[in-house]
């Protein structure tokens, strides 16, 4: 697991705790209108809760339903790769400076040459063969020629 994994699921973990947290403050189980008794046990109040369950349970589905969404922007698969663009018999490919992985590059709606040095977000996959490719998205930057 890469560091930039752990770090959007450890923050999607925080997340989602703390829209928990008012639940538990809600109903703490001593004090309020319930009793504990000598046992420790929590007994519910007589009159129950009231009519607000509905409201509460759509509250909880609500903060459930943003922490997904916020998860789901944070772990997304478009990732950024900067490289020097180079052909191939396939068309372009390129050499990600971070992991030195060359990829076979998937652009239709972004011309890019063969030397330049760009910074590309798209989406990191592979083809049939089981080689690695990089669907571009949008050309981030263009750093000009690369240097050789």
């Known amino acids: 697991m890469s560091l930039r994994t752990m770090k959007y699921s450890l923050l999607t973990m925080f997340l989602s705790l703390m829209v928990g947290v008012p639940v538990f403050a ?3 189980g001593s004090g309020g209108s319930g009793s504990t008794g000598s046992t420790g046990v929590y007994t519910a109040p007589k009159g129950g809760y009231g009519s607000n369950g509905a409201a509460i349970g759509a509250a909880v589905a609500a903060g459930a339903g943003a922490g997904i969404g916020l998860g789901y922007l944070a772990l997304r698969s478009h990732r950024t790769v900067v490289g020097c663009v180079e052909p191939s018999s396939a068309g372009v490919k390129l050499m990600n400076e971070k992991d030195q992985r060359t990829y076979a590059l998937l652009a239709a709606n972004v011309s890019l040459n063969p030397g330049e040095r ?31």
């Open 26 to 28: 809600q109903y703490g």
């Open 118 to 148: 760009v910074a590309l977000r798209g989406k990191k996959s592979k083809d049939d063969s089981g080689k690695p490719t990089f669907e571009v998205a949008k050309l981030v930057k263009d750093y000009g020629s690369c240097k050789q």
